[in-house]
């Protein structure tokens, strides 16, 4: 029972060290050479845009939101992109320059080095890192996503480096694995949405029971998307996130909404709301709120939530939908008191 128990703990200890090794190698295949495949790489990461010819999975945002204040979306659901992943990292030549000096330190023991000696190069059931089928497919290992270290959920992905044969489908015991559905979910990881800054009409400060209209226009808000590909295997998947409505919260409960539900929805043309015009100081806006208390010498933090419908599409004619997001900001609004004339 001991030595089962010892072997356990070396057993953990050497996935966690994977682990740790391969957050740092998430989204981009570096360019030293120990875990790069035979594939040449040549990396653009001036920019947005990130090309590279190799295993990991990566990245194009090129078609993201952009600017300081654009954010990730938040799910509607209590569903979030994998936290880890599996994809193809190592020829056999560069699976034995990665674990051999690994083996040479014996810091995960000599019973867990020996067992993994026997795994992958005396026959239990690989022999020198299977090169005799170096042509036939990739060794696969796992990486933590980006932002997601430390999550519990990470460690889910405790698989040891496995062999797949190229188009074959990876073991089911590592659900995390690469497919178009799972970069879908990795690019919704990296999709970024612009600041929602509503215009307001009075535009700073308004008046108690003065309808205030609200409003995004067309040109600001337009689909945005991400495009996560595995080079080795030609599989992508895009996540495209569209604008759908926007949610106002006045910031107090003593204010009303219009509509009452405080949801605006899409206008044919792309906008959210109408701007405000000329000769409709009372008009009930169509997005808006109205305030029925003055903020007093401090504001109301008025924030405006824009929800995202997210789709993907991918290789193999994949595609489907995925969770709402939602993504906000808040905004002071001054109310004042009407000021009545005495005569």
């Given at each position: 029972m001991k030595a089962k128990r010892a072997l356990g703990v070396l057993a953990l200890a050497a996935a966690l060290v994977t682990l740790n090794a391969s957050s740092a190698w998430a989204?981009?295949?570096?360019g030293?050479?120990?875990r790069?495949?035979?594939?040449?790489?040549?990396a653009d990461t001036s920019g947005d845009k990130v090309a590279v010819g190799a295993g990991a999975v990566v990245f194009d945002r090129s078609k993201n939101g952009s600017g300081q204040s654009a954010g990730p979306v938040a799910s509607t659901t209590t569903w979030t992109p994998p936290a880890?992943?599996?994809?193809?990292?190592?020829t056999p030549g560069k699976l034995k320059a990665y674990l051999e000096p690994i083996w040479a330190q014996e810091s995960t023991g000599y019973e867990w080095d020996?067992?993994?000696?026997d795994y992958y190069v005396n026959g239990q059931p690989y022999k020198d890192f299977n090169k005799e089928n170096a042509d036939k497919g990739y060794w696969w290992d796992s990486y933590v996503t980006p932002g997601r270290e430390g999550d519990p959920a990470s460690l889910k992905c405790d698989k040891s480096i496995f062999w797949v044969d190229k188009g074959d489908d990876p073991p089911a015991d590592a659900p995390q694995a690469v497919t178009p559905r799972v970069l879908a979910e990795l690019a919704y990881a990296e999709i970024r949405v612009p600041p929602t800054t509503v215009k307001l009409a009075p535009a700073g400060t308004t008046k108690v029971n003065l309808p205030t209209w609200t409003w995004l226009d067309a040109a600001k808000f337009k689909p945005v998307s991400v495009t996560a590909r595995v080079p080795l295997l030609g599989t992508y998947a895009t996540a495209t996130a569209e604008p759908v409505s926007l949610k106002v919260d006045p910031g107090t409960d003593d204010a009303i909404t219009y509509p009452a539900s405080g949801e605006c929805q899409l206008n044919a043309d792309g906008?959210?709301?109408e701007p405000y015009?000329?000769?409709k100081p009372n008009e009930a806006p169509p997005c808006g709120v109205k305030y029925l208390h003055s903020s007093g010498d401090g504001t109301y933090p008025l924030k405006a939530t824009v929800t995202w419908k997210i789709k993907w599409t991918g290789s193999g004619g994949a595609g489907g939908d995925l969770p709402d997001g939602t993504f906000g900001a808040t905004q002071d609004v001054v109310v004042q008191e009407i000021q009545a004339v005495n005569r």
């Open positions: 989204g981009i295949t570096p030293d050479g120990s790069e495949t035979d594939t040449d790489v040549a880890c992943y599996y994809s193809p990292t190592y020996a067992k993994q000696r906008s959210i709301g015009a000329r000769g």
